[in-house]
């Protein structure tokens, strides 16, 4: 018996492959035929928080167009920490999403809290959303402008009460002003609250604090409870021009103005992934990207959106938003001292 006998000739083995190759290529299209089981969303804050109704409303069209249940999953807890944390835990092959606060919680989380993560270990998609900052005081404070607000702060330390939500743009733009104004923080009786920042509303709302200070979107919600008294934005909120701008009460006041750098860190909201996602799963992720895009674009979402005030459909896509997330870092690394400190 010869070895020639189980040998196959160059032309034969040719043909072999050629006969193989298309169902080859079909068993690796079944293989990556994304997405092919649920994907999920997770939320590092409460339900009934902004970024959850936002999360909410991109599952729901996401999961029309891909055909695959889109699930959110929220993960609250250590001003967001615990959220963050758990995603990057997940595996990052398509079937897990992000929805959150990029610009300032988690950014802030990164600076000061011990999440073991920096900027680069996210993808972003996307900043969906766009919004300002309001000092609101609650109407059984006395407090009814933002004049007689920071001048107590100023001259009986300790005094003026505020809730906030651990972490959040609310709650260093609060420092911020104190640094501002060359106070310690112990200047005014801070409590902060974890979960998107409800529980820090509902104190104000009850009279339990004096003043906070968050997104025009959240602060919404306690409205009838509040007086608007000053706002933090670069520019006047649509809707709030009768809202004083923070440093034009500070000028009044004779007291000095807020940097402009900080001003003009706003709330930004939307979709992120891992870069590895990204590079090890290419087709996905442009999967994803394309689709998302269509969402935001399409007319059944632009009139979803008017439904709610916490929902905006802005599309600046994956460089863009990385650009403001870069920039929107290197302000508030400048101060992430302060949130550190009780000094």
């Known amino acids: 018996m010869t070895g020639s006998r189980y040998m196959l000739n160059r032309r034969t083995f040719t043909a072999m492959l050629a006969g193989a190759a298309p169902l080859f290529s079909i068993n690796r299209l079944r293989a990556d035929d994304y997405p092919n089981k649920p994907i999920q969303v997770i939320v590092p804050f409460s339900p009934g928080a902004g970024t959850d109704l936002l999360s909410r409303s991109f599952a729901k069209f996401m999961q029309d167009r891909l055909n695959v249940p889109v699930t959110v999953i929220n993960k609250p807890g250590g001003g967001s920490v615990i959220g963050h944390r758990a995603f990057l835990d997940a595996p990052h092959d398509g079937y897990n999403l992000l929805v959150t606060t990029m610009m300032p919680n988690l950014i802030n989380t990164m600076l000061f809290a011990d999440g073991g993560y920096g900027i680069k270990d996210f993808k972003f998609i996307n900043a969906q959303t766009r919004h300002g900052f309001m000092v609101a005081t609650s109407k059984k404070s ?89 706002q933090i934005a670069p520019e006047p909120i649509p809707g709030y021009e009768h809202v004083p701008m923070i440093n034009d009460v500070l000028a009044k006041e004779n007291l000095p103005l807020m940097p402009e750098s900080v001003i003009g860190v706003q709330v930004y909201q939307g979709v992120a992934t891992h870069p590895k996602f990204a590079t090890e799963y290419p087709e996905r992720y442009e999967k994803i990207i394309s689709t998302y895009k269509d969402i935001l674009q399409s007319a059944e979402y632009i009139e979803h959106v008017k439904t709610s005030r916490h929902l905006q459909n802005l599309w600046y896509g994956p460089e863009k938003t990385t650009e403001i997330m870069e920039a929107g870092y290197d302000v508030l690394k400048t101060y992430a001292h302060l949130m550190k400190s009780d000094k």
């Open 142 to 230: 006395g407090y009814d402008t933002f004049g007689k607000l920071v001048q107590d702060i100023i001259k009986q330390p300790g005094k003026v009460s505020s809730g906030q939500n651990l972490n959040s743009g609310g709650h260093f733009a609060t420092v911020m002003l104190l640094h501002t104004l060359n106070l310690k923080q112990d200047a005014i009786k801070l409590a902060t609250y974890g979960g998107g920042g409800a529980q820090s509303r509902l104190a104000m709302s009850a009279g339990q604090v004096d003043f906070t200070l968050a997104s025009t979107n959240a602060l919404d919600d306690i409205a009838e409870f509040s007086h608007f008294v000053a």
